[in-house]
């Protein structure tokens, strides 16, 4: 069975850190660019983060530039988002997906074939 699970959302303080994780199950990310996207309530999503599939190209958001690093795990079947200097303008569920897609910035721009299930990520004091 095909899964992506995220995890490490939460509570957390304006300037503030949190670290996502996007975990898969049932098929190897090795071959897939994978993104990070986030949807505020009565917002469009938007892609926020996106890295190839060899881990050598990312991209960002100019929401998120400077802030936010995305990775790839030593175990290679597992994505990172490190969040910095977190903004209450940062809530919102944030999703991880998968596609077979290049370059990069397409992944963050048409979205993946296989998504999670989402974190809630709020920042607030």
């Known amino acids: 069975q095909v899964q992506l699970v995220e995890s490490g959302g939460g509570l957390v303080q304006p300037g503030g850190s949190l670290r996502l994780s996007c975990a898969a199950s049932g098929f190897t990310l090795d071959y897939y660019a994978i993104g990070w996207f986030r949807q505020a309530p009565g917002k469009e999503r938007e892609g926020v983060s996106c890295?190839?599939?060899?881990?050598?190209?990312?991209y960002y958001a100019d929401s998120v530039k400077g802030r936010f690093t995305i990775s790839r795990g030593n175990a290679k079947n597992t994505v990172y988002l490190q969040m910095n200097s977190l903004k209450p303008e940062d809530t919102a569920v944030y999703y991880c997906?998968?596609?077979?897609?290049?370059?990069?910035?397409?992944?963050?721009?048409?979205?993946?074939?296989?998504w999670g299930q989402g974190t809630q990520v709020t920042v607030s004091s």
């Open positions: 997906a998968a596609r077979n897609i290049w370059p990069v910035q397409a992944m963050c721009h048409v979205g993946g074939d296989y």
């Open positions: 890295i190839s599939s060899s881990g050598g190209s990312a």
